[in-house]
């Protein structure tokens, strides 16, 4: 049974930091690709950043610079370091991996709100 469990949401100021995690079980973590996506009230689910197998990493334009994504294979958990917080980066983040198109699994999601 695949389990994607996040953790690491919460309520952060304008201009804080957070770091998510994503402990993985049930699939062999180093063959998977791990993305970070959130969805943010009345918005669809929109994708944030992601790693390769091999450490490559992506992100969406609005993040890129604020947020960092990163995996440990010996712990079978993906982060999302995210800095510089902003009101518009409040949704509720899920990641997700996958190996083939055809083969993704999602995590419960975790509630980030930027708010003073």
């Known amino acids: 049974q695949v389990q994607l469990v996040e953790s690491g949401g919460g309520l952060v100021q304008p201009g804080g930091s957070l770091r998510l995690s994503c402990a993985a079980s049930?699939?062999?973590?180093?063959?998977?690709?791990m993305d970070w996506y959130r969805q943010a009230p009345g918005k669809q689910r929109e994708l944030v950043a992601s790693i390769t197998t091999d450490g490559t990493t992506t992100y969406e334009d609005s993040v890129k610079g604020r947020f960092t994504i990163s995996r440990d294979n010996a712990k079978n958990t993906a982060y999302l370091q995210m800095t510089m917080l902003k009101p518009e980066d409040t949704a509720v983040y899920y990641c997700?991996?996958?190996?083939?198109?055809?083969?993704?699994?999602w995590g419960q999601g975790t509630q980030v709100t930027v708010s003073s």
């Open positions: 997700s991996a996958s190996r083939v198109s055809w083969e993704r699994y």
């Open positions: 049930g699939i062999i973590f180093r063959l998977y690709a």
